[in-house]
């Protein structure tokens, strides 16, 4: 069973977000900015940011008088099928700019039934991909990916999880002791970003903050080559500062 973290500032955010485009959409022939903050009740600061991101997002645009309306991205959420497809692509492209800031690959991941699946990556030629040579299904005890998504389950969802999936040695650094990797489970703190530093693979170090939305059990991630290292754990919190446009397409 998934535990609901400790709220965070994306998972603020993505709801503000969420507020504020619902209320952009019952207006159908816009709206301003002095009537969202009184419909919404956000902060002037507050507001601006987070319509700046959705306009980003493609979410709601801006007329000419100053009115906002729903955007392109909003407007393609049609039929299931369609809305499936457009949030799929309209969250590649959030991975995409996510990659491009961080300057790291980064990746989407979720844990359904039982199983972690990596369902999307935004890679390129100077941000290579981790190169997956223990599926990441085996290697939850390994890689901050695996971390992440067991922290967000409960002891008896962490138990049967590496019941499951036998904790074998992938590099000298691999945590292989379940009471050791319980004890760190439950000492990480759901704000501070998981760290693989080379215990999936030689070579390459991640990180990992938790996407979860109702109850769904989420992660980001990100990987780097080894040689930079020092740039983990500013990327990693660039990668949680960004990850509000990802909540919001899940909630969506």
């Not at 306009?55 to 909003?74: I, K, W």
């Not at 989407?108 to 990596?118: A, L, N, T």
Request: with cysteine.
């Amino acid at each position: 069973m998934a535990l609901k973290r400790e709220s965070t500032a994306p998972y603020h955010s993505a709801q503000d977000a969420l507020r504020v485009l619902e209320t952009v959409a019952r207006h159908t022939t816009g709206i301003t900015d002095i009537e969202l903050a009184r419909h919404t009740g956000l902060g002037t600061e507050r507001l601006t940011a987070l319509l700046r991101m959705l306009r980003r997002e493609g979410y709601v645009e801006q007329l000419a008088d100053g009115a906002y309306v729903t955007g392109e991205a909003f407007g393609r959420l049609g039929s299931a099928r369609e809305r499936d497809e457009a949030l799929r692509v309209q969250l590649q492209r959030t991975l995409d700019r996510l990659r491009d800031s961080v300057g790291a690959a980064v990746y989407m991941s979720r844990y359904v039934d039982g199983e972690i699946h990596v369902t999307q990556c935004a890679e390129g030629p100077a941000t290579p991909a981790v190169n997956e040579w223990v599926d990441f299904r085996s290697a939850a005890h390994a890689s901050a990916i695996g971390k992440s998504l067991l922290g967000q389950l409960d002891l008896n969802g962490r138990r049967d999880h590496l019941s499951r999936h036998r904790m074998a040695r992938l590099t000298s650094r691999t945590i292989t002791n379940e009471r050791v990797l319980l004890s760190r489970l439950d000492a990480q703190a759901p704000t501070v970003p998981v760290l693989d530093l080379q215990e999936y693979a030689i070579g390459t170090v991640c990180a990992a903050v938790p996407i979860t939305a109702g109850s769904a059990v989420g992660c980001l991630a990100l990987s780097l080559p080894v040689e930079h290292a020092h740039r983990l754990r500013e990327a990693a919190d660039t990668l949680n500062r960004g990850a509000a446009p990802v909540l919001l397409s899940l909630a969506i």
